[in-house]
């Protein structure tokens, strides 16, 4: 992580955090924000917690990702609070004392217990909000994760600081040798649970640092979106889809790759998905409504479709008959940021309007306008999944398909390609391919 740059950007990043804290406070009447970092969670009947993952609105805030129990204080005007969880535990590591670039700008105040927020409150508990999960008890009084305040901020995590796009960055570069080096396991014959090892040794992360639950899947797994196990056992070479990220100040990348074993048909669709993933990257620019993206995305997959012999219909009118759902049942990709999917993605504005997805793909997380600095995963997929060829053999669309072709890729499973991209008011900057061509 190149820490000057990070340095040099954190001051902007943070008055930007203000102003948006300031703007949320003016629409719930209060004058003061307490967020939470997030309290551990004990399994049920059990001494044991659940790996910690830091609540988004603190961490979008500062790089502490691992800090449970503290909090953050804004009242507009002022240094922000932090308060810094150290308890006095003897049985676990307690966290280090801060450091960093960004400890100067905060007022920092030690703490032992979570609850010793209550003394910290700049003002009455009925002039402050609260954010987080399980805090209610903590503040009596206090306004609990208020609607109006959530649509502000939600709204505008959409659009990066350069502090941001700084870490995004940093995260794609980190993931790239991890996906290069799942490739390399695959060629060499390694079961899925070696791939994964081999991915989390390239990118230095344990699982629980993970941005996300990556998804490693050979062969037929790969028809499975959200393919959650690794398999022990070697199978013959096929495919490999790694859907895997990386963590950089508690920022993410979301990248997917889709490798064979040897040249085919399947290689070539691949490939043949590849340059239309690319395509669509080189789309992505301020102004773009994402949900016309997506569109184009199910016509250009059906005429690929069409290319490959797997349907007889035309792009346009296979998308249009929601032919092409039944290969591309996701939607083209999502915001990005402290979370994986970042939220915001259907609001109309920072009102909270909702802005649902479009009737015929109501799995669209994205339906905005790209903004300048926003950052977007583009990930077109084409997937042969029994259940939804079921559907389809059952359907007045059966006619439409070559069905020895599908029976013929089906044990390829699936193929995704996700990159990272971040919209320009002149064009695109793909994160992404910087690292992993
Ligand atoms: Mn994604």
Known sequence: MDTPTLARHYPAHLARCQAIATEALV??????????????????????????????????????????????????????????HQPRDFWHQPPADPAGYWTEAFDIRVIRDPAEVAQHLPGPAERSVLLGEGVEALVPGAQVNPQSVLHVLHWHRAVKSRYELACMRAANERAAPAHRA???????????????????????????????????????????LHYQHREREP???????????????????????????????????????????????????????????????????????????????????????????????????????????????????????PAPPPEDYPKLRLTRRLEQDTVVTIEPGIYFIDMLLEELQASELAAEVHWPVVERLRPWGGIRIEDNVRADAGGHENLTRAWLP
Do not use: M
């Not at 895997?244 to 691949?270: C, H, K, M, N, P």
């Open 27 to 84: 629409a719930a009447e209060a004058d003061h924000l307490v967020i939470s970092a997030g309290l551990e969670h004990y399994a049920f009947l059990d001494d044991q917690t659940y790996p910690f993952r830091a609540n988004p609105l603190f961490k979008a805030w500062l790089p502490l990702n691992r800090h449970p129990g503290c909090w953050l204080i804004h009242t507009p005007g002022e240094r922000p609070v932090l308060l810094y």
């Open 182 to 224: 799942a490739r390399e396991a695959f060629l060499e014959g390694a079961p899925e649970y070696e791939i994964h090892l081999a991915y989390l040794r390239a990118c230095g992360h344990t699982d629980d640092e993970l941005p996300y639950h990556s998804i490693v899947a050979v062969n037929e797994h790969a028809a499975v």
């Open 235 to 353: 199978a013959p070479r096929r495919t490999l889809l790694v859907d895997a990220g990386a963590d950089v100040g508690g920022y993410a990348s979301d990248i997917t790759r889709t490798w064979t074993a040897g040249d085919g048909e399947f290689a070539d669709l691949v490939g043949a998905l590849d340059d239309l993933q690319r395509g669509l990257c080189a789309e992505v620019r301020a102004g773009v409504a994402f949900g016309d993206l997506h569109r184009k995305a199910h016509q250009r997959i059906g005429q690929l479709l069409k290319e490959t012999g797997v349907i007889r219909l035309d792009g346009e009118a296979a998308a249009a008959a929601g032919l092409t759902r039944y290969f591309f049942p996701h939607g083209l990709g999502h915001l990005l940021g402290v979370q994986v999917h970042d939220v915001g993605g259907q609001q109309a504005d920072p009102q909270g309007t």
